[in-house]
């Protein structure tokens, strides 16, 4: 009985767990201190990528290999990613995240700043 509770619990703390298992696995690897959502930084941006591979399970089958098995010929000019030798699944979680989930939270966010703007704007009139 305890144990039914107990699994009862967790799987629905993770399935309420505000964070995706992609993006929990992308700040336990420090893939941020490289790659921003929007920004460039050492390596390209996650919409920059996820607008060239699309949002498929092709895609994100791909993206995942790629995470494991980086290449750099696919991004002149930026330095190399260093190869993340994980789990395939984990890479496709993370894959995931970057093609599917950061651009919904960049979308998301950008959405906010615009109200944000529009009721200071209503605010002033
Ligand atoms: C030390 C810096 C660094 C870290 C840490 C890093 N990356 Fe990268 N990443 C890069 C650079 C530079 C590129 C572009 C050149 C390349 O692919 O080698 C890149 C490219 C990529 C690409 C595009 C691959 C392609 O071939 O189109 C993906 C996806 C990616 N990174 C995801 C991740 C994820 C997920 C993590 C964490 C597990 C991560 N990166 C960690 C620097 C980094």
Not at 33 to 48: A, K, Q, T
Not at 51 to 77: C, D, F, H, M, T
Request: aromatic share 8%; hydrophobic share 40%; charged share 30%.
């Amino acid at each position: 009985m305890l144990r039914i509770i107990l699994t009862l619990i967790i799987t629905f703390s993770i399935a309420y767990s505000e964070e995706s298992l992609g993006k929990r696995l992308f700040i336990k690897y420090s893939c941020g201190s490289c790659h921003d959502i929007n920004r460039r930084l050492v390596g390209p941006s996650l919409i920059e990528i996820a607008k060239r591979y699309g949002k498929s399970e092709k895609a994100i089958e791909r993206v995942a290999r790629l995470i494991i098995n980086p290449q750099p010929s696919n991004w002149p000019g930026f330095a190399y990613m260093p190869p993340f030798k994980i789990p395939f699944e984990e890479a496709k979680a993370l894959a995931r995240y970057v093609l599917v989930e950061a651009p919904e939270e960049a979308k998301k966010e950008k959405k906010k700043s615009i109200e944000e703007e529009l009721d200071l704007e209503l605010q002033m009139h």
